[in-house]
């Protein structure tokens, strides 16, 4: 049985290394890539001996172990990562508030702190004494969660940012699931300034020694090597009797990592209605710009949270030095910092890197005189932007490609809010029932 699969970034590259050991040969594996280099959004650059990731920080974690093991075993194991204890902030004017924010209000003014406990208690007390369901718009479950004073001092700027549109045009669908409801115990400890700890099970993290975060996928695409075609891009899928012809080349299967957005220029017959959802489906993108310092110790933090608008345009600094030793020459420093812009706009412009700078140095994160040198890459899908017609755009057109052979993976593939671990366990699943069909029609 011979498949195709569409992209070689972590959720093609897994797949087909999961097909491969579960006995399909290898022969019957044809990966395609449009870029010149595989890893898709888990790139990595690295410029005069500074290393950052080009969609975001990346870290692992999972909650699936073997999941991660395997990530790390693809990729020379544990002694090729390092472990790092996760220390986020958000920083507000000059304070370093604790993350998740409300396990932090103690490290907030009086004035603020009050506010956003008020708000916190309102909420609580609300929810539990009526009842009331999580409302449907974004906006409007950020107040019904976490109550007025932590929807304006933090949660509605800081989501402004990322999201870049009103945020009663997005659902609260994304949130589900993403964020643990902090017990109120734990809320009221920390605004009087006992120590509450949130989000456990990231609190540990691994990162590759060297490289970046794309040394796991260039691990695996160093495995598979002779059946990735790099610089491919797949410009046409047409149905025939048993499968379908990529480019002019006949498949039993094909299985897309491409984005769902992408799909109706190239796929052949794929109904209006069904194309035009799929088209609309909204997204943003990011630029992330490095920043070379010429300083030699960061502080001990993973990455710092930027709410405010005279931050600057960036809404998360990541410390890509302190993730691994081998991100910055001996001496040297870097961060890096995340600027979203709307999907299909064009990325922004050269003004971005002092915009940015201003910020930094404004909320007291950077002087100056410290910055070598600064880079900029940019990833067109970046974030899932869940409007409201999002649900029933996806449905559809998942439902088409499915009946029609085509099998959507990844976090564009299939619109799925996944990380890499969670692409890989996808992959691990679909090769399972690949794998299945495969051997038993061979
Ligand atoms: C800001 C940000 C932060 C993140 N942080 C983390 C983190 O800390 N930890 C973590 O584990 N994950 C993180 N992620 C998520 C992680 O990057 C993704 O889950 C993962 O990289 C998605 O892999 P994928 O293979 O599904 O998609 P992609 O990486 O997008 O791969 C799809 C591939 O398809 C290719 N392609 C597109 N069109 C065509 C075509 N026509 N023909 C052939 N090929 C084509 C693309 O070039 C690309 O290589 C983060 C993501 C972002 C944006």
Known sequence: MKIA??????????????????????????????????????????????????????????????????????????????????????????????????????????????????????????????????????????????????????????????????????????????????????????????????????????????????????ALYHTLRDRVRLATPVQSLVRTKSGWNVDGESFDRVVSTVPLNLLPRIVEGMPQDVAEGLRGLAYNSITCILYALNRPVHPELSWVYLPHHEQGPANRVTYMSNYSPGNAPEGKTSLMCEVTSPGGEPYPDGRLEEEVLAGLVHAGLVRRDEVLFSDRASSRFAYIVYDATFAERKRRGIEWLEANGIEPLGRFGRYDYHNSDQCVIAARELAGRLAKEALGAS
């Open 5 to 218: 699969i569409l992209g070689a970034g972590v959720s093609g590259l897994a797949l087909a290394q999961f097909l491969v050991e579960a006995g399909v040969p290898r022969a019957d594996l044809s990966l395609f890539e449009a870029a010149p280099v595989a890893g898709g959004l888990c790139g990595s650059k690295t410029v005069d001996g500074f290393t950052y990731d080009v969609a975001g920080g990346h870290i692992l974690f999972s909650k699936d172990r073997p999941a991660m093991d395997w990530m790390k075993g693809q990729t020379g194991g544990e002694e090729a990562f390092v472990e790092r204890r996760r220390e986020t902030k958000i920083r507000f004017g000059d304070r370093w508030v604790h993350y998740p924010f409300e396990n932090g209000l103690g490290d907030l003014p009086d004035q603020a702190n009050f506010e956003c406990l008020k708000g916190y208690v309102e909420a609580w007390h609300q929810r539990l004494a009526h009842g009331s369901k999580a409302p449907a718009d974004f906006l409007s479950w950020v107040r019904w969660r976490f109550g007025e004073g932590i929807a304006e001092h933090f949660m509605n700027p800081y989501n402004e940012k990322i999201w870049k549109r009103p945020l009663q045009e997005l659902t609260s669908d994304w949130v589900a699931g993403r964020v643990p409801d902090a017990p109120i115990d734990d809320v009221l400890r920390a605004s009087i300034g006992i120590r509450t700890e949130g989000y456990v099970h990231q609190s540990i993290f691994y990162y590759p020694k060297k490289g970046g975060f794309q040394a796991i996928t260039d």
